[in-house]
């Protein structure tokens, strides 16, 4: 059975930093491309970081800069190191394969509030 169980989700003011993390279990973690989705309220999933098996990394274009995806296959944990993070960046994230994801293995994902 698969579990990926995010973490490290607060509330932080404008410009400020989080790192979240990501432990998976149930899978062949360091083979397996990682991505981190969120979602804002209202608004439809969206996918924000992926990192490859060998660490190769690709960005949506509103975070590219400020955010850092990185794993550690020994830890079978994925990281999102967040940086100068906006209001915008407001919303629950969440870690999974792929992609595409696999619908069956979203987590409770955290939250993360960016006041201005």
């Known amino acids: 059975q698969v579990h990926l169980v995010e973490s490290g989700g607060g509330l932080v003011q404008a410009g400020g930093s989080l790192r979240l993390s990501c432990v998976a279990s149930?899978?062949?973690?360091?083979?397996?491309?990682m991505g981190w989705h969120r979602q804002a309220p209202g608004k439809q999933r969206e996918l924000v970081a992926i990192i490859t098996g060998i660490g190769a990394t690709n960005y949506a274009d509103s975070v590219k800069g400020r955010f850092t995806i990185s794993r550690d296959n020994a830890k079978n944990t994925v990281y999102l190191q967040m940086n100068s993070l906006k209001p915008e960046d407001t919303g629950v994230y969440y870690c999974?394969?792929?992609?595409?994801?696999?619908?069956?293995?979203w987590g409770q994902g955290t939250q993360v509030t960016v006041s201005s």
């Open positions: 999974n394969v792929g992609p595409p994801s696999a619908p069956g293995y």
């Open positions: 149930g899978i062949i973690f360091r083979v397996r491309t």
